[in-house]
């Protein structure tokens, strides 16, 4: 069972919930205190640092923590949040409650088996299109992640939270085939030769080239390497293209350090990135890459710099940071029948997969 801190941007002071699978029962700090099933509901809402709790008919005070277990095989429950007014959202296993200690809203958990959240991880991650393979390959990268980074928010006495801070995860999954892919790689996890779980870093599109981890973040890790994926090419995020005002640009550039005079010529503007280049450089200045992009919130930071008129043309390759596993290449190669494991080794140098119930007596061993 995993501890993943929900809906806290929504700063949620109301809502309801109701069984949808299998029978819940309602607990306090003084015990239990009733039963429900898939005929009832209950609202719970913040007062004064406490947490209300009232059934259609009856009004059951307040308290200061509340946990609504599932006591069936299968467990599932719907939320609705009243204040502020949210849509309907589908959750599996267990909610815990309480009032926030810093803020005037209720903290929301959901105690989720770690295979069901995986699953609701990967739908939200990847979407419900690509083939299983795909599915079970992110799967077991998700499962890595979480586990990795189980103690993410452990200040605030969850583990993980449901945004991209952490992994995106929106309740339960709709399709079956990631519940299952879940479930085939139950366990499963991904280490380094120090029978470490690596850290699983992917992105949507690498261009054609992914990255050197130390190029993007100051760690160098052996198993995230640059290798060539011709796998991307045709997918939709392999290419695309900003129009930047020259005058805008070459501001740009001479705050970063360009002198005026380098910049007299359409040419001088042209730039040509062959591979993946660490460095935008001219005559001794250098501008990181990753720095343009995200000082221009750009898809990637592989790009040619074109001049059209008045203007300057950025065509680049990819999208996202570029280290670790390429999503839409690994999916044509799922597509093309390539198993999740030859996937795994071709974007991650040297890892191996691992269950988790023998990662104690490797490490044991070692
Ligand atoms: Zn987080
Ligand atoms: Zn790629």
Known sequence: ???????????????????????????????????????????????????????????????????????????????????????????????????????????????????????????????????????????IICRTYALKNINKHQTEGFSLCDKVHCQAYHGKPKSEQIKQSALLTSNTVIVDSDINLITATFYSNCGGQSANSEEVWHQELYYLRSVKDSFCLSENNAVWQKKIAKNEWANYLITNGYSKEILKDSCDYEYFQIGRERFFEKQNVQIPFVKVRTDWKLKSAQFDVKTEGNFVVLQGKGFGHGVGLCQEGAMRMAKMGYTYAEILHFYYEDVHMVDLESLDFFKAEF
């Open 1 to 139: 069972m995993i501890n993943i801190g929900i809906l806290d941007k929504q700063a949620v002071t109301s809502f309801v919930f109701y069984p949808q699978v299998g029978k819940y029962v309602v607990y306090t700090e003084s015990g239990k205190l009733l039963d429900i099933d898939n005929t009832e509901i209950i609202e719970i809402s913040y007062r004064n640092q406490k947490v209300f709790l009232k059934t259609l008919d009856k009004d059951y005070g307040h308290f200061n923590k509340i946990r609504i277990i599932g006591v069936s095989h299968q467990n599932a429950f719907k939320l609705k949040t009243n204040k502020p007014v949210g849509k309907i959202i589908q959750y599996e296993d267990n909610l815990f409650i309480k009032a926030h200690p810093f803020h005037g809203y209720l903290q929301l958990i959901n105690n989720i088996n770690i295979d069901n959240y995986v699953a609701g991880v990967v739908e939200a991650e990847v979407g419900k299109s690509p083939p299983e393979e795909y599915f079970k390959l992110q799967a």
